[in-house]
């Protein structure tokens, strides 16, 4: 059985918000994750996302600071903090983008990417419902960034519910 880290679903609960005045956004998904190596196990994927209030634009979009978390259904676990960026598209449609350097820990051997320091890009599209929530469709990338000799990568691809404060 894959070894599942313990303090990762209280950190997950931590990435709640304590009030909703303090928060903008979570981010709620799930989907696959495919490692680019080929003894790895690929597998589902459950990620959760908190985004601060927007602390100024860029290129016409908001800027948010971000803190993720997610786990494969392998035992592989991610925790980071980064910027995210959303640009809108009309009234309904957006562009969603991040970057988050974090801690990633491999539920086993053939699931590692290199080291534990990664950086996991996304870029999804969506739809708002309401002024409250939104659903998106995003493919993510987690690398070292080819600071480790050994660099296989990992991609997502996940259907996300968005539920603003």
């Not at 699931?111 to 708002?128: A, D, I, K, M």
């Not at 469709?137 to 690398?143: G, R």
Request: proline fraction near 5%.
């Amino acid at each position: 059985m894959p070894r599942t880290p313990r303090l990762l679903p209280l950190l997950m609960i931590a990435l709640l918000p304590a009030t909703p005045v303090a928060a903008q956004e979570l981010l709620i998904g799930a989907g696959y994750a495919a490692f680019n190596a080929e003894s790895a196990r690929d597998g589902g994927i459950l990620a959760s996302e908190y985004r601060a209030a927007p602390f100024g634009r860029f290129l016409g979009a908001e800027a948010m600071v971000a803190a993720a978390a997610d786990i494969t259904t392998s035992g592989d676990a991610f925790l980071g903090l980064g910027v995210a960026a959303r640009w809108p598209l009309g009234q309904r449609w957006f562009i969603d983008a991040s970057v988050l350097p974090g801690y990633y820990s491999a539920g086993n051997d053939d699931n590692r990417l290199g080291g534990q320091f990664q950086f996991r890009s996304t870029l999804g599209v969506g739809r708002r419902f309401g002024d409250r929530g939104a659903l998106s469709l995003a493919i993510s990338h987690k690398s070292n960034a080819e600071t480790q000799a050994r660099n296989p990568g990992l991609e997502t691809l996940m259907l996300r519910w968005h539920v603003a404060f």
